[in-house]
């Protein structure tokens, strides 16, 4: 009965699996190839102007991520592939009715779950290094301001010529900034910084920003109050790490060192104590 039951399970679930992506490939590329749309060469395969709130929520985490919708469809057709892969090895070993469960609920995970929990992660990998790379940033612009320097000539000078010590997500931020404030109203300039980059260290610097514009304040001193913090809040980020290095090393020395010293000083007194005589 249990088997009657687990091979029904199994059916259902690779049929619902296989509907679901034909109902997918068919609304998504019905227009065009699937094959095509995702091994295309060029990078302009994206997500249309006309959207909905929904697939604007989407674009915008693609955009955070630093992916274009090509590279994403490539992440969703390579963990079908291995989700369904996963599940295929029924059909050529016997498992347990518990073990073909979790092996049907594992593909189906990789399968649906692992191409958004890739995108999650590139964000925050994306967003680590933009903020790794803001002080440095800071610095140059405020070199380049006291020089006597405007803010848009600041940007671009930095832009153009900081590829040796900054990365690339930072640099195409900053390229896209200073397009955006010179094409458009300064405002559009910083709600479009923020939502693309989804920092909390930028969203900061554009607060004061705005500030600065609304006041007059001078934008050297906030940037250089910005770039003391951020170099502040790294410099602690380096001593929490320090100050948990110590417990991370002890649970090393008890999970893999000391067990091999007891073995090494309690096998030689075991051997002895159970064979006295040789």
Same mark, same amino acid.
């Given at each position: 009965?249990?088997?009657?039951?687990? +091979?029904?399970?199994?059916?259902?679930?690779?049929?619902?699996?296989?509907?679901?992506?034909?109902?997918?490939?068919?609304? /998504?590329?019905?227009?065009?190839?699937?094959?095509?749309?995702?091994?295309?060469?060029?990078?302009?395969?994206?997500?249309?102007?006309?959207?909905?709130?929904?697939?604007?929520?989407?674009?915008?985490?693609?955009?955070?991520?630093?992916?274009?919708?090509?590279?994403?469809?490539?992440?969703?057709?390579?963990?079908?592939?291995?989700?369904?892969?996963?599940?295929?090895?029924?059909? &050529?070993?016997?498992?347990? &009715?518990?073990?073909?469960?979790?092996?049907?609920? #594992?593909?189906?995970?990789?399968?649906?779950?692992?191409?958004? %929990?890739?995108?999650?992660?590139?964000?925050?990998?994306?967003?680590? /290094?933009?903020?790794?790379? %803001?002080?440095?940033?800071?610095?140059?612009?405020?070199?380049?301001?006291?020089?006597?320097?405007?803010?848009?000539?600041?940007?671009?000078?930095?832009?153009?010529?900081?590829?040796?010590?900054?990365?690339?997500?930072?640099?195409?931020?900053?390229?896209?900034?200073?397009?955006?404030?010179?094409?458009?109203?300064?405002?559009?300039?910083?709600?479009?910084?923020?939502? /693309?980059? #989804?920092?909390?260290?930028?969203?900061?610097?554009?607060?004061?920003?705005?500030?600065?514009?609304?006041?007059?304040?001078?934008?050297?001193?906030?940037?250089?109050?910005?770039?003391?913090?951020?170099?502040?809040?790294?410099?602690?980020?380096?001593?929490?790490?320090?100050?948990?290095?110590?417990?991370?090393? +002890?649970?090393?020395?008890?999970?893999?060192?000391?067990?091999?010293?007891?073995?090494?000083?309690?096998?030689?007194?075991?051997?002895?104590?159970?064979?006295?005589?040789?």
């Amino acid at each position: 009965m249990m088997e009657i039951f687990a +091979t029904a399970l199994l059916v259902i679930s690779i049929v619902v699996l296989f509907w679901y992506l034909t109902l997918y490939v068919y609304e /998504r590329y019905k227009h065009n190839t699937f094959l095509s749309a995702v091994f295309a060469t060029e990078d302009d395969i994206i997500l249309n102007d006309n959207f909905s709130a929904k697939k604007a929520q989407f674009k915008l985490k693609l955009q955070r991520a630093g992916l274009k919708k090509k590279q994403f469809n490539e992440i969703v057709f390579a963990s079908v592939l291995a989700g369904a892969s996963l599940i295929s090895l029924l059909f &050529f070993i016997d498992f347990s &009715f518990l073990n073909k469960f979790f092996l049907v609920a #594992g593909g189906l995970s990789i399968a649906f779950f692992m191409p958004y %929990l890739y995108l999650e992660e590139q964000i925050k990998a994306r967003i680590k /290094r933009i903020e790794n790379d %803001l002080p440095v940033f800071i610095d140059l612009l405020i070199i380049i301001l006291e020089g006597g320097g405007g803010l848009n000539n600041a940007i671009d000078k930095v832009t153009t010529e900081g590829e040796s010590v900054l990365g690339p997500d930072l640099l195409a931020e900053s390229k896209k900034f200073k397009n955006e404030f010179i094409t458009y109203s300064s405002d559009i300039a910083f709600t479009n910084l923020v939502n /693309r980059t #989804g920092s909390d260290a930028i969203a900061t610097i554009v607060g004061f920003m705005r500030l600065s514009e609304e006041t007059g304040i001078g934008v050297k001193s906030i940037f250089e109050n910005q770039a003391q913090e951020l170099k502040s809040m790294e410099m602690l980020n380096i001593e929490k790490k320090a100050a948990t290095m110590n417990i991370g090393i +002890t649970f090393v020395m008890f999970l893999f060192i000391l067990p091999a010293v007891i073995a090494m000083i309690a096998f030689p007194m075991a051997a002895d104590a159970l064979m006295p005589g040789f």
